[in-house]
């Protein structure tokens, strides 16, 4: 049974998916979880990673994981159940490039130890359990063939809890595989989601990485936001120190509440700023001051320093109010919902951000620059489980 990815799965979560089946992939990719057991890189893994590379074999053994008998590429399909546009893009071992290659350009900055956590899991496994995902430059012979590849039913189709649609194609075909990787070798590509598993694979010293290659504009991946929660500060506080670099302006929360709000902003093409909200109220910041903006590093490209997450973190976070942005001091909420709730629970103050443009993360991976960690989350995801690459093969 297929599960969200590592990083998106709550350890509430994480005891439900694995309480529903004896065999879904987060025994794998978050075990000892549910046993309250630390994690050797602070991102979730259990005590020990020995505990999924056992459970690795014993499936394998059991015939509960079928391998695959000659090499394949896959095309996978995600429809939105909001009627969005398809995502399609192909599954693939993906060779690591060398070190000062630009062939594939991270965006995001990350955790050595969550880096260090899931090296540890993918020297136990000897396994790429779930797909890193890459937004590759056009190319004008690749969509045909990607259409070519999706005749008849797909091998592998799940719909998941939040009605997307996983549909997946294998391809074997030497001549069409030979087309598609000669295609793909003709672009370069910005790590969309996976920078800790990336920096895991080179530090492991694998080969190649399993991956989702999916185009950049049309057809490939949407931007949404991703939002922090300073935990045990007060709105009255955190507005007290931001006054000194922001203009602050309190928002309307109607009826529909405060998510209602920040939709509603969000929906205005020319809103500026971000917004702050203790779970109830949402307070608008904006017109930073040239203290505020001296806090972002001048020496970087201007794709960096125009952007609200990089003023959220060196300006707002660090600067007004002494915070470092780490993961005890500044949690992540991938949603609205889940954003405003953490406020409300922790005591502190959800910090709501607008999503980067596709363009604007390319920009920055191009530019050599990195965004703090976790600035994008871009959908849909791909489901982890349903196809896994051993490092035997």
Sequence with gaps: MSSPAYDLVTPEGRDRLAAADPHNVV?????????GADGPGGDGLGRSVAEA???LRNWEQAGVLERDAEPALWVYALSPADGAPDTVGWLAAVELPPAGSRAVLPHEDTFPGAV?????LLEATATDLEPIVLAHDPHPGLPALTVAAQEGPPTLEVTDADGVRHALWRVSDPALTGLVTAALADTGAVIADGHHRFAAARAHGAQAILALVTPMGPG?????????VVPDLSLGEALAAASAGFRATELRVGAGGPAEAVERWIS????????????????????????VLDAVPAE???AWRGLDVVLVHHGLVHRLWGRADDDGAVLIAHGLDEALAGARSRHGVAVLLRAPSPADVAAVARANARMPRKSTLFVPKPRTGLVLRPHGD
Excluded: K, M
């Design 27 to 35: 025994r794998l990719i978050l075990p000892g979880v549910a046993s």
């Design 268 to 291: 205005v093409p020319g809103e500026v700023g971000l917004l702050v909200s203790d779970g109830s109220r949402v307070v608008r910041l904006d017109s930073p001051s040239a203290d």
């Design 53 to 55: 590379a056992v459970t």
């Design 116 to 120: 260090e956590g899931r090296r540890a």
């Design 300 to 302: 970087a490209p201007e």
């Design 220 to 228: 490939g991946l949407r931007v949404h936001p991703i939002h922090r």
